[in-house]
Nanobody, 122 residues
Framework: QVQLVESGGGSVQAGGSLRLSCTAS????????MGWYREAPGKQRELVAKESSGGTKNYATFVRGRFSISRNGTKSTVYLQMNNLEPEDTAVYFC????????????????WGRGTLVTVSE
């Protein structure tokens, strides 16, 4: 079983910065893709950024160069550095892992963390 645990959320004023972290644990051989999604009140969950095991990164257009995603050397932790935050960035941010392969060769898709709340005030 694979678990994702997020940390780093909090409350900041507009223009401030936060760094989110997400660590995967469990029986893991490889994680193909890790990323961040967010869900604002009354809105659907949307992609913020994701990174493949090969280093390919994808960002939502609303990021506009403000956020940066990275993974550690073992590829089991993913970070999201968020700068110049805006009130519209207020949401619960969820970590996602896709293409998780355990040592037995089983493959899991769509593993989610419980989320961490980011609140940006004017």
């Amino acid at each position: 079983q694979v678990q994702l645990v997020e940390s780093g959320g909090g409350s900041v004023q507009a223009g401030g910065s936060l760094r989110l972290s997400c660590t995967a644990s469990g029986s893991i051989f490889k994680i193909n893709e890790m990323g961040w999604y967010r869900e604002a009140p009354g809105k659907q969950r949307e992609l913020v950024a994701k990174e493949s095991s090969g280093g390919t990164k994808n960002y939502a257009t609303f990021v506009r160069g403000r956020f940066s995603i990275s993974r550690n050397g073992t590829k089991s932790t993913v970070y999201l550095q968020m700068n110049n935050l805006e009130p519209e960035d207020t949401a619960v941010y969820f970590c996602n892992a896709d293409g998780v392969i355990n040592p037995q060769g089983d493959r899991y898709v769509g593993v989610w963390g419980r989320g961490t709340l980011v609140t940006v005030s004017e």
